[in-house]
């Protein structure tokens, strides 16, 4: 007899697996009978094999179960001392029953599924006189618990929706007994002379399976990767998975990682009449987006595919009631869409068998959640700086858009410095899983107060994370912070095993900051970041990277290291090193726990940085040099083109009929400014043109074409002259002075979307943009700043009183400008000329200047593109505006009130793009469409 009971550790596993495993009493009964039979009875390492091989499907389930094995082992072993090893193996019993073989022949049989193997530390290319790096170690702590993942649709559900999706057909051997033909043989015969068989039926039902990868569907991988999981273990003839981005256009992937292409032709060309198609995306809904590119690509797209079949369903990951406004609405109409939870994956499923679904409208009717309880953390009298007022902003923002709830998830969602799908899942679902919707999810890292930093890797802004850890422990307690804190820990030990695409440096500076928040770990992590910046010191320049990051790490964990101002003191004087400069106190010896940390006292010691003079030291006095009323700056003239367009009618016979026709005419001339340059180093430039002075008609009739009552009333204002950006702000100038010492707070160096150097800067807040301008001030010695709303539409209209300084009417031609609905023409149809129009749809910033017109100042891109900041508090309309020409803002000097935006981006209708056009938004915003250009106050000559 062995000395452990197999039977026990089977009843102990399988309760703690059920809720996670798609398994049931029938694989409980297996396993007992196995080991009834004798399976797994001589050593847990069989035992080990024989239950994965009967209870795990995946390679992602085999992961999970040997850490819930080890855990459960661990447990038993404090009980049960006397398990036995692999060296002491038992005998395996004599054979009670015909289900069992002797172990030594059903060993070959039974297929060895090997455990994932725990990820090694990655080993860079470095020089072989650097000291080795420390392999992660996770902490010691409580086992990790089981996830759960709680989607929209449970694993079980999909197991067993996807059973419904067969097509049986009489095509195997004939070994089944055909009871009525049996049964009527007889009776004819009179005598029963021997049984009847028929064909065994075999599903031949055949799938084809189009993900949508990566983009707005990130957050949502491990939910698609579930379905596609089950997808591949159903018993479906064939299931073939493909992947595509947003559309899938004449390309798609076989791999999740969009590495492996193959065409799409080639795959359609696979499909027959029986071949169901089920397409998983959000199809523009996550990022609440209608771009009409993509449902043009979509039909076209859709329109290949029916030729092929009819049995094709799209399956969306969000909210039925999102759907509104975007192109998910709109691609609903053109192929039967529906919300993927329970009764939509149900309904699809049968839409792709081919049964006709009544309730198919009425599932795209379903109500919104109910209201639940309000969780806005409390605005107490704290005094924030200017960056948490900013994140205040920017969070409160974000919650009134979607609901109350999600601002507890938020403070959740900030304790972790790197946030997974998986991570936030996790959170959600261990401490708030019936008060927060399980979309939040998507909505938070989809938002502008996450950045994507890697593959399924989201961080969140640094000033919104402070904040919102300050409301936490103001709101839930630091109990409750320690709570999180501590299953944190245990995460990233179960992530350690289990997941290979996060270094050993990313789940250290995780752990490290979950650590810091207990107190029986933040002596253990304080000790380990010390010794890791010793060690990193010593490298000179070679550790130089990562020094850099853990000194921000220290500075993120400042708040919670404050009782020991030592490694807080040492950190604040490595950021003076690092930049080469020498901090006073430099040969200051810093003890932290033991570790003696001490920056080299020579110069010649210091790190060379790259790109920079070898460093010097020497006494000088300070000089203060002032930049007076007097100081001029000399200006050149440059050349450009001016477009004004005109509209001509013309008329003609044809068969009989008397046709007019609308013909565009864009006439150019040649004009001429002055401008002054600014040189922001390393090649980069930034053009001011010179806008004279002068007084104009603020506002819109109302006899004009899109006027709003917020464009009124109309009146005049005199503006004097001032300088003016040539473009909006490029990413390569935001680069440059981005990296200029800060004034009064951080800037990124490249926070935009559409990533070009040349491309406008975009998603920059109000506060960003102030910042921008306080540091260009700083280094130039001139005064930036924003212009004034009255100052941007004078520069704008150039002298002009039309719509648009093109004229009356605008052109994509022109502008980066779009029609959401393309069913007219700014200004009146323009018949045919519309249908070629369309084929100019964009869906991204252009270059500054890619059109090559100005208007008569030499201004460029002042219509469409981007919208762009002013310095003005917003005001419902003109009455009692400014008519100096001065930025009007609000008595009250409340900074956090919305700011004025004028311009519009590439997205909104041609109406938007009008030179009276006026818009707002908080302070905090961040969007793809927002960005800037600047003013400068100098007096010239020429």
């Known amino acids: 007899m062995s000395d452990f009971l197999p039977e026990a550790i089977v009843n102990s596993l399988f309760n703690r697996l059920r809720r996670n495993f798609n398994i049931g009493m029938r694989e409980y009964l297996a396993a007992l009978d196995a080991v009834k039979g004798g399976w797994g009875r001589d050593n847990l390492e069989n035992l080990r094999l024989m239950l994965q091989l009967l209870w795990c499907n995946s390679i992602a389930e085999q992961s999970k179960f040997a850490v819930i094995w080890d855990s459960a082992i661990a447990q038993i072993t404090q009980d049960s001392p006397q398990l036995p090893s692999e060296r002491h193996k038992t005998e395996p019993p004599a054979k009670t029953s015909n289900f069992n073989q002797p172990l030594e022949t059903t060993q070959q049989s039974i297929p060895k599924l090997e455990p994932l193997p725990v990820k090694a530390p990655l080993k860079p290319d470095t020089p072989a006189d650097f000291p080795e790096v420390t392999p992660f170690i996770p902490a010691d702590t409580e086992d990790f ?106 390309i798609i992937y076989r791999d999740s990682r969009l590495t492996t292409p193959v065409s799409l032709e080639q795959v359609l060309a696979e499909c027959d009449l029986d071949t169901s198609v089920l397409i998983i995306s959000d199809a523009g809904a996550a990022r609440s987006s209608r771009p009409m590119a993509r449902i ?137 899983l019936y008060q927060v919707p399980w979309v939040a999810e998507v909505d938070i890292l989809l938002s502008d107060l996450c950045s994507p930093v890697g593959y399924e890797q989201y961080e969140m802004e640094q000033s919104v994370r402070s904040y919102l850890l300050q409301e936490m422990e103001q709101e839930l307690g630091n109990q409750q912070m320690q709570k999180v804190a501590s299953r944190l820990i245990s995460y990233i030990r179960h992530l350690a095993h289990t997941n290979p695409y996060i270094s050993p440096q990313e789940l250290e500076a995780q752990q490290w900051g979950a650590m810091v928040y207990l107190d029986e770990h933040r002596t253990q992590a304080e000790e380990e970041i010390a010794v890791a910046l010793k060690a990193l010191v010593n490298r000179g320049k070679n550790g130089q990277a990562e020094l850099a990051r853990l000194q921000r790490l220290i500075k993120e964990f400042r708040p919670q ?127 001011m043109v010179a806008i004279p002075e002068g007084s104009f008609i603020m506002g819109s009739p109302e006899t004009e074409e899109g006027h709003k ?18 473009y909006p702000v490029t990413q390569a100038q935001w680069q440059a002075v981005a990296a200029l010492p800060p004034v009064n707070t951080k800037l990124k160096s490249n926070r935009s979307i559409f990533k070009k150097t040349s491309r406008p800067v975009e998603r920059v807040s109000w506060y960003d943009v102030v ?35 093109f004229g009356e009417k605008i052109t994509p031609m022109l502008a980066n400008c779009s029609d959401r609905d393309k069913l007219y023409f700014y200004g009146g149809s323009l018949g045919g000329y519309i249908l070629e129009e369309q084929e100019n749809e964009r869906e991204r910033t252009t270059p500054v200047g890619s059109f090559k017109v100005a208007n008569d100042f ?72 927002i960005s800037f250009r600047v003013v400068c106050e100098a007096a010239w000559t020429l």
């Not at 990951?317 to 509104?324: G, H, K, L, T």
Request: net charge neutral; glycine share 6%.
């Open 145 to 250: 618990p089981e996830v759960i993942n709680y989607w929209p649709i449970t694993r079980r559900s999909l197991d067993y929706n996807w059973r419904y999706l067969q097509r049986p057909i009489a095509d195997g051997p004939a070994d089944v007994l055909d009871v009525p033909t049996t049964v009527q043989q007889s009776a004819q015969q009179g005598f029963f002379l021997a049984p009847v068989y028929r064909r065994r039926e075999l599903n031949h039902a055949q799938v084809l399976l189009l993900v949508d990868q990566e983009g707005s569907m990130t957050p949502l991988h491990p939910f698609t990767r579930e379905v596609v999981d089950t997808a591949q273990n159903s018993f479906l003839e064939k299931v073939a998975i493909y992947y595509f981005h947003n559309v899938p256009d004449t």
């Open 771 to 805: 910042e921008f301008c306080a540091r260009l001030s700083q280094k130039t010695g001139r005064r930036y700043r924003l212009p004034s709303e009255a100052e941007w539409e004078y520069a704008c209209r150039a002298g002009t009183t039309t719509p648009f300084h």
């Open 858 to 929: 030499g201004l460029y891109d002042m219509h469409g593109n981007v919208r762009e900041w002013c310095a003005d508090h917003w005001h419902d309309d003109y009455t009692g505006a400014p008519t100096d020409g001065s930025a009007w803002e609000g008595e009250d000097n409340n900074e956090n009130r919305y700011r004025l935006l004028r311009g519009a981006s590439l997205n909104p209708y041609f109406d938007y793009c009008r030179s009276a056009y006026r818009d707002y938004h908080n302070p905090s915003h961040r969007s793809k469409f």
């Open 561 to 687: 290291l404050s009782k020991y101002d030592s490694l807080i003191k040492f950190a604040r004087s490595l950021g003076i090193w690092l930049k080469g400069q020498i901090p006073s106190g430099v040969s200051q010896s810093y003890v932290v726990h033991g570790v003696e940390l001490r920056l080299p006292v020579n110069s010649n010691q210091f790190p060379q940085l790259e790109g920079f003079p070898p460093l010097q030291t020497f006494e000088c006095e300070v000089a203060t040099i002032e930049l007076g009323a007097g100081t001029e700056i000399k200006l050149e003239p440059f050349d450009f083109e001016v477009a004004t367009i005109e509209l001509k009618q013309t008329r003609s016979w044809l068969t009989g009929w008397l046709r007019r026709k609308t013909e565009l005419i864009v006439k150019r001339r040649q004009q001429q400014a002055y401008c002054f340059t600014e040189d922001l180093g390393n090649g980069v430039k930034l053009e």
């Open 296 to 432: 043009g690509a979509t039909t076209e797209f859709l329109v290949k595919l029916k030729r092929q079949t009819n049995l094709i369903a799209w399956l969306n990951p969000i909210p039925v009631m999102r759907w509104q406004g975007t192109s998910a609405e709109l691609i609903a109409y053109l192929v039967p869409m529906e919300q993927m939870d329970e009764d939509g994956f149900s309904n699809a499923i049968d839409l792709v068998r081919g049964l006709s679904i009544s309730n198919y409208k009425a599932s795209r009717s379903r109500k919104p959640l109910g209201k639940r309880r309000n969780l806005i953390a409390r605005e107490g009298d704290i005094s924030l700086d200017i960056e948490l007022k900013q994140a205040k902003q920017q969070v409160d923002w974000f919650v009134r858009r979607f609901h109350p709830s999600y601002r507890l998830l938020l403070y959740y969602a900030a304790l972790p410095l790197i946030l997974t799908p998986e991570l936030l899942n996790y959170l959600r679902t261990q401490f708030l």
């Open 709 to 726: 009552d917020k464009e009124s009333p109309q009146h005049e204002v005199t503006v004097q002259s001032f300088f003016m950006g040539k």
